[in-house]
């Protein structure tokens, strides 16, 4: 059973930065995807950052330049460098960690339980 836990958020600024933090209870097999998620007032979940196993990345657009992810399977941890945060990065961060038994496989997904991130103007 694997548990996700997330640390890092925080009330920071426009301008500033902040690193969310994802560690897993245990190590984890056949990762196919891990990402980070937000949730702001009123809207849907949205990624924001995605990398895969092989280690290609992909933000949404709205961060692209600002943000960073990162990973260290050595402590079993994903990473989100936020910088220049702006007010419309304000929302509920979640981690995500998706599993896959070969490309044709099964999926599972993993979540965090949530961090919030607050940007004032």
């Known amino acids: 059973q694997v548990q996700l836990v997330e640390s890092g958020g925080g009330l920071v600024q426009s301008g500033g930065s902040l690193r969310l933090s994802c560690v897993a209870s245990?190590?984890?097999?056949?990762?196919?995807?891990m990402g980070w998620y937000r949730q702001a007032p009123g809207k849907q979940r949205e990624l924001v950052a995605g990398?895969?196993?092989?280690?290609?990345?992909n933000y949404a657009d709205s961060v692209k330049g600002r943000f960073t992810i990162s990973r260290d399977n050595a402590k079993n941890t994903v990473y989100l460098q936020m910088n220049s945060l702006k007010p419309e990065d304000t929302a509920v961060y979640y981690c995500n960690v998706n599993t896959k038994d070969g490309f044709f496989g099964k999926e599972h997904d993993y979540w965090g339980q949530g961090t919030q991130v607050t940007v004032s103007s």
């Open positions: 245990r190590s984890i097999f056949r990762i196919n995807f």
């Open positions: 990398i895969t196993s092989g280690g290609s990345t």
